[in-house]
C-alpha cells in the first residue's frame, strides 16, 4: 500500500468520525434541551455520592473521550477495512439506544456552585458546565465510548486496548468527580455495552 493510499484510508476515516461528531450533536443537544423542561423523578443517587467532593482537576481525565474515541482511527489498519466498519455501526447503534434511554429516563444531577477562580482548569470546568445542560445520559456516553474503543481493539491491538481500557477508568472515576454522572450511569455503560456486544454478531 503507498503511502498517498494510506492517506487517503485515515482521510476517509476522518470524514467517517466528522459525520459521527455531528451525528452526536445534532441529536445530543436539542434533546438535552428538551428534557430540561420535563419532570425528572429518575434520581438514582447513592448516599456515598453525596459525600463526593468536586475535584475540577478531573476535568481533564472526563475530557479523555475526544482521546479514546479517536484512537481506533489510527490504530485499526488500513488492510482491515471490515474491523473499522464494525467500529462505526457499533458507535452508532449504542448512542442511539443511550439516547432512547435519555429520552425515556432523563435525569437531573445537583451541581456545586463554581468559586469564582481564575485559573485553566476552572475556566475548562465553568465552559463546559455552561455547555451541557445538567442532565445525565442513563448510561453514561462517556464510559461506553470508552469502551467501545477498547473492545474493538481487544482482539487485534492488545497493547491500544489496555492503554483505552486505563482511559476508560479514568473516565469512569471522573464523570462523578466532576458531578456529570451517577454512579449508576457508569455501571449501566458497562452493562449495556457488554450485553450489546455479546449479543452482537462478531462480523457485522
Known amino acids: 500500500m503507498t503511502a498517498a493510499t494510506h492517506r487517503m484510508i485515515l482521510l476517509k476515516r476522518w470524514g467517517h468520525f466528522l459525520v459521527a461528531t455531528l451525528f452526536y450533536v445534532a441529536i445530543y443537544f436539542p434533546?438535552?434541551?428538551?428534557?430540561?423542561?420535563?419532570?425528572?423523578?429518575?434520581?438514582?443517587?447513592f448516599q456515598w455520592e453525596t459525600q463526593l467532593e468536586l475535584l475540577p482537576s478531573a476535568i481533564y481525565a472526563y475530557l479523555l473521550v475526544y482521546v479514546v474515541v479517536?484512537?481506533?482511527?489510527?490504530?485499526?489498519?488500513?488492510?482491515e477495512p471490515a474491523l473499522f466498519n464494525q467500529y462505526t455501526r457499533r458507535f452508532y447503534l449504542l448512542t442511539l439506544i443511550h439516547f432512547i434511554f435519555f429520552l425515556a429516563l432523563p435525569s437531573a444531577i445537583e451541581r456545586p456552585t463554581l468559586p469564582h477562580?481564575?485559573?485553566?482548569?476552572?475556566?475548562?470546568?465553568?465552559?463546559?458546565?455552561?455547555?451541557?445542560?445538567?442532565?445525565?445520559?442513563?448510561?453514561?456516553?462517556?464510559?461506553?465510548?470508552?469502551?467501545?474503543?477498547?473492545?474493538?481493539?481487544w482482539n487485534h491491538r492488545r497493547g491500544w486496548a489496555l492503554v483505552?481500557?486505563?482511559?476508560?477508568?479514568?473516565?469512569?472515576?471522573?464523570?462523578?468527580?466532576?458531578?456529570?454522572?451517577?454512579?449508576?450511569?457508569v455501571v449501566a455503560a458497562y452493562l449495556v455495552t457488554g450485553l450489546i456486544w455479546g449479543l452482537w454478531p462478531r462480523k457485522w
Not at 434533546?31 to 443517587?45: A, D, I, N, Y
Not at 455547555?131 to 481493539?153: E, K, N, Q, W
Not at 483505552?164 to 456529570?180: D, E, G, P, R, Y
Open 31 to 45: 434533546l438535552s434541551r428538551h428534557v430540561m423542561g420535563q419532570h425528572t423523578p429518575w434520581l438514582p443517587v
Open 70 to 79: 479517536q484512537i481506533p482511527l489510527y490504530v485499526i489498519s488500513p488492510h
Open 117 to 153: 477562580t481564575d485559573g485553566v482548569t476552572m475556566a475548562v470546568l465553568r465552559f463546559y458546565y455552561d455547555l451541557d445542560p445538567p442532565r445525565c445520559i442513563f448510561p453514561s456516553l462517556h464510559v461506553t465510548y470508552g469502551l467501545i474503543a477498547t473492545l474493538i481493539l
Open 164 to 185: 483505552c481500557a486505563a482511559m476508560t477508568f479514568a473516565i469512569s472515576v471522573a464523570v462523578l468527580l466532576v458531578k456529570q454522572h451517577f454512579a449508576i450511569d
